[in-house]
């Protein structure tokens, strides 16, 4: 397998596993207070709705297919960022991995909660506490973390087949 063709295979494992790790640490964090677990993942469709996004209770394609769908591209948009950084560094042991991730997750958060205009954010704010939000940070970069170690596995797994074959 090519670099580029590991690549992505990484990125869309490690940035898939991200995404429901994520989602679903999200939809307890609402639980927790209170809330619809699907009120977060509807609030990043805010982006196409508006702030009432975050309000929006119900399991609908506007709100929860579209926020899933733009969660989903988010996290391997970070994803991908995070696997580069791993392919050039020698393999990392689990606690490594898991510090890299939480750099890329705290990296993720600055730039979607100070960079990035308010309508580009992920909108969990319209929901969620601030210790919640930053929950759900934390469970991003377990959700990284998490992927690339799956990811690790596959690709060794399909070099080893690639050698047998």
Do not use: C, Q
């Not at 991200?18 to 639980?31: E, F, M, P, Q």
């Not at 939480?102 to 969990?124: E, N, Q």
Request: hydrophobic share 45%.
């Amino acid at each position: 397998m090519d670099r580029s063709s590991k690549l992505l295979l990484s990125t869309l494992v490690t940035g898939s596993v991200a995404s429901a790790v994520s989602t679903i640490a999200l939809g307890a964090l609402a639980k927790i207070e209170g809330k619809s677990s699907f009120r977060p993942t509807n609030s990043t469709s805010h982006w196409l709705h508006g702030d009432e996004a975050g309000s929006d209770e119900r399991v609908d394609i506007t709100h929860t297919a579209v926020g899933y769908a733009t969660h989903h591209a988010s996290a391997l948009f970070w994803a991908l960022p995070f696997e580069a950084w791993l392919s050039s560094r020698p393999p990392r042991s689990s606690t490594e991995l898991l510090k890299d991730a939480a750099v890329m997750s705290a990296i993720a958060g600055v730039v979607d909660y100070g960079i990035v205009p308010k309508r580009l954010t992920p909108g969990w704010e319209l929901t969620l506490s601030r210790k919640s939000v930053a929950a759900a940070f934390v469970s991003l970069a377990i959700g990284l973390a998490a992927g690339a170690a799956v990811s690790k596995e596959i690709t060794a797994a399909l070099r080893t087949n690639a050698r047998k074959g």
